[in-house]
């Protein structure tokens, strides 16, 4: 049996993964959820923390977006079998002009308060773009509202400052991602028409090809 552990994205929760299935006979899907960070907690001490929520040895790690993030983090803590992340990044240099200069001007500071003012302005910070039923999904989707949690969460994703892409990793990204402009991305498997939600718009792609992607050597 092989066991995929499901890391959502930035202030996101795992009913983002509700529509994944995958042949229950060779996988045991494992949803794993955003925690409050401690005190100036780095991103490292995090990922640390979280290999705790992991049962078994030499999982399949995925996460989406700040979630793919995360994983990277993790994996340096533990073995794993297999590193996906979908519509995120693999190093510092991936990241939009609009992120580095944010890193650089640390505007970061003050977002967190806009975004909890303004559901839409959390809404496209971290899916990307405008849903339809937008206030049924954005409650749905976006539990992770608290401030503290989003100060250091846009903090950790701006000034993440990983150079190299780990080896063997699988990215997964969309076509027309507006967070991650695919232009930035390198060796991705590419989703033609694929947003920064596709995790959920896309489903289909992904219970169709995960299967071969997980098991591929």
Known sequence: MIHIYLMPGMAANPSIFEHIQLPNDRFTIH????????????????????????????PVLLGVS????????????????????????????????????SRKLKLYKALPTRLIEDVDKL??????????????????????????YLSWAVKEMVCWNQEKAPEDIVHIH?????????????????IEGGTHIMIITKYRWFNKNLPRIIEID
Do not use: C
């Open 31 to 58: 949803l794993l959820e955003w925690e409050f960070p401690v005190k100036d907690e780095t991103l490292s001490d995090y990922a640390m923390r979280m290999t705790g929520k992991i049962r078994h040895n030499k």
């Open 66 to 101: 700040f979630g793919g993030v995360l994983v990277q983090e993790m994996a340096k803590h533990m073995a794993v079998s297999k590193l996906i992340i979908v519509s995120s990044v693999k190093s510092k240099h991936e990241l939009p002009r609009r992120m580095k200069l």
């Open 123 to 148: 809404a496209k910070y971290a899916f990307g773009e405008t849903v339809k039923n937008r206030v049924e999904l954005y409650q749905k989707y976006l539990s992770m509202n608290d401030r503290r």
């Open 174 to 190: 969309g076509a027309e991602d507006r967070v991650f402009p695919f232009k930035y991305i390198e060796n991705p498997i590419e």
